[in-house]
């Protein structure tokens, strides 16, 4: 798990676990790093201190609904469920089908959105730790410029974030 979960700024430890959970089905680990290594949490957790802080509120109510749709379900906590259970409940809100919960397929939709989001990022903003996500899609990052023509090849080149970009101007 990223450092976020040892020291969150705006979620509480038992938020990053749910929002580890989840980010870990949304975007899992296989033969490559998944979302939690990544960075996604840390991304998620400093966009909520800043351009996403309206959106606190509707995390909180969503991560509430989650444990209580657990709970219901299968009498434990969101994060102590099995892979499939969590894939039922995360299916569940995906297409609002959370009575208690009409803002379900909103908050499943925004996490996956930040999700994806942390995982892809520009590294500056907290996720996307040494631009894992970017070298998975084989994207070369902030580049100023390219020795040859990139039309219909793949760029070979290993990705370069803003901040190595500005810190090799200088």
């Not at 989001?117 to 994207?139: A, D, Q, S």
Request: aromatic share 10%; hydrophobic share 40%.
């Amino acid at each position: 798990m990223d450092s976020t979960a040892s020291n969150p700024k705006v979620l509480t430890a038992s938020e990053i676990k749910t929002l580890a959970a989840m980010a870990d089905r949304i975007f899992p680990a296989t033969d490559t790093p998944g979302a939690v290594e990544i960075g996604a949490l840390a991304y998620i957790d400093l966009a909520l201190q800043g351009d996403y802080a309206t959106l606190l509120p509707l995390y909180r109510q969503g991560f509430r609904a989650i444990d209580r749709c657990a709970d219901a379900k299968f009498s434990a906590r969101f994060t102590d469920l099995g892979e499939q259970q969590k894939d039922e409940i995360l299916g569940e809100f995906e297409a609002g089908k959370i009575a208690a919960f009409k803002k379900a397929g909103e908050f499943f939709e925004m996490v996956r959105c930040h999700v994806l989001e942390g995982v892809f990022c520009e590294p500056k903003y907290g996720g996307n730790n040494n631009m894992i996500g970017w070298r998975l899609v084989g994207f070369p990052g902030q580049q100023f410029g390219y020795a040859d023509a990139y039309v219909n090849r793949r760029v070979d080149l290993e990705p370069v974030a803003v901040d190595d970009a500005e810190t090799e101007e200088k």
